[in-house]
T-cell receptor
Framework: DTGVSQNPRHKITKRGQNVTFRCDPISEHNRLYWYRQTLGQGPEFLTYFQNEAQLEKSRLLSDRFSAERPKGSFSTLEIQRTEQGDSAMYLC?????????????FGPGTRLTVL | RKEVEQDPGPFNVPEGATVAFNCTYSNSASQSFFWYRQDCRKEPKLLMSVYSSGNEDGRFTAQLNRASQYISLLIRDSKLSDSATYLCVPGTGKLIFGQGTTLQVKP
């Protein structure tokens, strides 16, 4: 399978715990995006990387959230001291800068439930 | 004003019907435009890109009006499998999603 993959697919945690999600983009894609989606809403942009550089962060990304892409391949999104409001689907997408329309392809998401 | 506005629906149509969705966007700097389809509890999947001249892909036709900042999607001969949420997405690198429009195609 050469699509975007995300792990884990589901995560249940208790409030106050830290969680980390991983995204593996399509191999030739140099841009990687993180989005968050809550029930009944469209995905909301969180942050994006071009290669290993984090180029933009949404104001939605509080200090408890950090994302990395150390070697310009896979990325991790960490949430520290989780809160119930963090419960959502976390989606990763990738795109290749060579594509004129910058089409983004999404992974299956990680569904986080904070109890 | 929301960055992307769509009628959330639901649109309930019989099989074979033609249905149209519209959306407006507020960022005139948007360079790329897409329709994504999302099934319940799944990730968004690209349905089609939208070009200024309008474009068609089988039963799907997309139109873009940059002056009015308006995007549309027309689905002809609806199938049961078209039931999903359709997301209008302008982008400047990052994608800005609307709430989506829910379509239910009934037998």
């Amino acid at each position: 399978d050469t699509g975007v993959s995300q792990n884990p697919r589901h995560k249940i945690t208790k409030r106050g715990q830290n969680v980390t999600f991983r995204c593996d983009p399509i191999s030739e894609h140099n841009r990687l995006y993180w989005y968050r989606q809550t029930l009944g809403q469209g995905p909301e942009f969180l942050t994006y990387f071009q290669n290993e550089a984090q180029l933009e962060k949404s104001r939605l990304l509080s200090d408890r959230f950090s994302a990395e892409r150390p070697k310009g391949s896979f990325s991790t999104l960490e949430i520290q001291r989780t809160e119930q409001g963090d419960s959502a689907m976390y989606l990763c997408a990738s795109s290749g800068v060579a594509e004129l329309t910058d089409t983004q392809y999404f992974g299956p998401g990680t569904r986080l439930t904070v109890l | 004003r929301k960055e992307v506005e769509q009628d959330p629906g639901p649109f309930n149509v019989p099989e074979g019907a033609t249905v149209a969705f519209n959306c407006t966007y507020s960022n005139s700097a948007s360079q790329s435009f897409f329709w994504y389809r999302q099934d319940c509890r799944k990730e968004p999947k690209l349905l089609m890109s939208v070009y200024s001249s309008g474009n068609e892909d089988g039963r799907f036709t997309a139109q873009l009006n940059r002056a009015s900042q308006y995007i549309s999607l027309l689905i002809r001969d609806s199938k049961l499998s078209d039931s999903a949420t359709y997301l209008c997405v302008p982008g400047t690198g990052k994608l800005i999603f609307g709430q989506g429009t829910t379509l239910q195609v009934k037998p």
